[in-house]
């Protein structure tokens, strides 16, 4: 069992940043991989970013170049630094973490982006 606890959500105007912090029980670095999934009103949770344990990232072309995923093993962390936000950044934003026999979800922080 893993929980993993987000933080750092709000309500921001067009253009400010936000950085979202992912808590974990367990120790990160034994994990495949840890990442960002998104999920507006009326639409399908979505892929945002991604890192794996060998520090590899991968981000949804949407929020390539403004959006950075981030790790801290030591504090068994996973960031989400967000900057240039748009109206369409708006959405739950959910941490996810893939281990070897199952994934495990946070329960998500919202994020809005309004001016």
């Known amino acids: 069992q893993v929980d993993l606890v987000e933080s750092g959500g709000g309500l921001v105007q067009p253009g400010g940043s936000l950085r979202l912090s992912c808590a974990a029980s367990r120790r990160i670095f034994t994990f495949n991989s840890m990442g960002w999934y998104r999920q507006a009103p009326g639409k399908e949770r979505e892929l945002v970013a991604v890192i794996t344990n060998g520090g590899v990232t991968n981000y949804a072309t949407s929020v390539k170049g403004r959006f950075t995923i981030s790790r801290d093993n030591t504090k068994d962390t996973v960031y989400l630094q967000m900057n240039s936000l748009k109206p369409e950044d708006t959405a739950v934003y959910y941490c996810?973490?893939?281990?070897?026999?199952?994934?495990?979800w946070g329960q998500g922080t919202q994020v809005t982006v309004s001016s």
């Open positions: 996810n973490a893939d281990l070897p026999v199952n994934t495990y």
